[in-house]
Nanobody
C-alpha cells in the first residue's frame, strides 16, 4: 500500500524558514519522481516543485524559484522541501505527491502559515 505522510508545517513569520518532510512507503521510491503541490485558502492547487528519480534533477514554479529547494533521501524514502524567505502568499496546505505528469498518490498535507 502506497503511503505518503507529510510533516514539518507550522506558523512562521515572513522571512522565516521551514523544512517539510514526506515519508514514503509502498513503492520503489528511489526511481520515482516526486512532487510538492500546494493549495492556498480559497484557491486551486498549485504545483510547486518536482525531483526526478535516479539522479534527482529538479524543477520549480516561478513563484518559489530561488527560495525553495526540493531534495530526497532515497535511503530513508523521504522527500524534503526547504522553504526560505517565506512570504504570506506561501500560506497553504502543502502536499507531496507520487509522480509528476501523473500524480497518482497524494499525502494528506501539512499546513504552512506565514504571518506576523
Amino acid at each position: 500500500e502506497v503511503q505518503l505522510v507529510e510533516s514539518g508545517g507550522g506558523l512562521v513569520q515572513p522571512g522565516g524558514s521551514l523544512r517539510l518532510s514526506c515519508a514514503a512507503s509502498g513503492f520503489t521510491f528511489s526511481s520515482t519522481p516526486m512532487s510538492w503541490v500546494r493549495q492556498a485558502p480559497g484557491k486551486s492547487l498549485e504545483w510547486v516543485s518536482v525531483i526526478r528519480g535516479s539522479g534527482g534533477t529538479t524543477s520549480y514554479a516561478d513563484s518559489v524559484k530561488g527560495r525553495f529547494t526540493i531534495s530526497r533521501d532515497d535511503a530513508k524514502s523521504t522527500l524534503y522541501l526547504q522553504m526560505n524567505s517565506l512570504k504570506p502568499e506561501d500560506t497553504a496546505v502543502y502536499y507531496c505527491a507520487k509522480g509528476y505528469v501523473a500524480m497518482d498518490y497524494w499525502g494528506k498535507g501539512t499546513l504552512v502559515t506565514v504571518s506576523s
